[in-house]
């Protein structure tokens, strides 16, 4: 039950764009087609933000995106705005587990 | 709207064992998968178990298996956490979250601090 892989942290500015990565293996990501996005603000619980590797609940802008490329998930967040620097962490169904990426701590400078 | 309420975070010592709550409303209860899911302060979230619809099939992280227990009252429309032995490593802010594959509603949190 390894945690998935995901950069400690990224930058963009506003109106850019930017992509996290979340690498597992063939028993997880690249296994199944149930990674998920959260995106979690200082003090807050988490939001879901991208389920089923590229679905958007309703409400979600979007402006976030999700895709898979064999055991690499990526979220990538276009027209970035103040509001979305955040926390951000991916997650994978892995058969009888669940297993988190380690976080995202993106900045919109 | 759903709606996912924890109680029963509290500072216990280590060895210790503390049962966790969560209220849930707004769904059918028995329909859906229910899940704990745990942050450390200052850390990411880990996954700590997951209880079926049916509340037939239980999983659990390898860090607290045999020592926590998940369970769910259909009746009261609450779920449990059973968190005996407890260590150091167990203090976080614990999350009932709804649903396994996809977890699209959160509880507030419940704090448990495992120290002496």
């Known amino acids: 039950q390894s945690a998935l892989t995901q950069p400690r942290s990224v930058s963009g500015s506003p109106g850019q764009s930017v992509t996290i990565s979340c690498t597992g293996t063939?028993?997880?990501?690249?296994?199944?087609?149930?990674v998920s996005w959260y995106q979690q603000h200082p003090g807050k619980a988490p939001k879901l933000m991208i389920y089923?590797?590229?679905k958007r609940p309703s409400g979600v802008p979007d402006r976030f995106s999700g895709s898979k490329s064999g055991n690499t998930a990526s979220l990538t967040i276009s027209g970035l705005q103040a509001e979305d620097e955040a926390d951000y962490y991916c997650?994978?169904?892995?058969?009888?587990?669940?297993?988190f990426g380690g976080g995202t701590m993106l900045t919109v400078v | 709207e759903v709606q996912l309420v924890e109680s029963g975070g509290a500072s216990v010592q280590p060895g210790g064992s503390l049962r966790l709550s969560c209220a849930a409303s707004?769904?059918?209860?028995?329909?859906?998968?229910l899940t704990w899911v745990r942050q450390a302060p200052g850390k990411g979230l880990e996954w700590v178990s997951t209880?079926?619809?049916?509340?037939?099939?239980?999983y659990y992280a390898d860090s607290v298996k045999g020592r926590f227990t998940i369970s769910g009252d259909i009746s009261k429309n609450t779920l449990y956490l059973q968190m005996n032995s407890l260590r150091a490593e167990d203090t976080a802010v614990y999350y009932c979250?709804?649903?396994?594959?996809?977890?699209?509603?959160w509880g507030q949190g419940t704090l448990v601090t495992v120290s002496s």
């Open positions: 089923g590797v590229d």
């Open positions: 997650c994978s169904y892995a058969g009888s587990h669940v297993v």
């Open positions: 979250v709804k649903g396994l594959v996809k977890f699209d509603s």
């Open positions: 063939t028993s997880d990501v690249g296994g199944y087609n149930y």
């Open positions: 707004g769904f059918t209860f028995s329909s859906y998968a």
């Open positions: 209880i079926g619809g049916s509340g037939g099939t239980t």
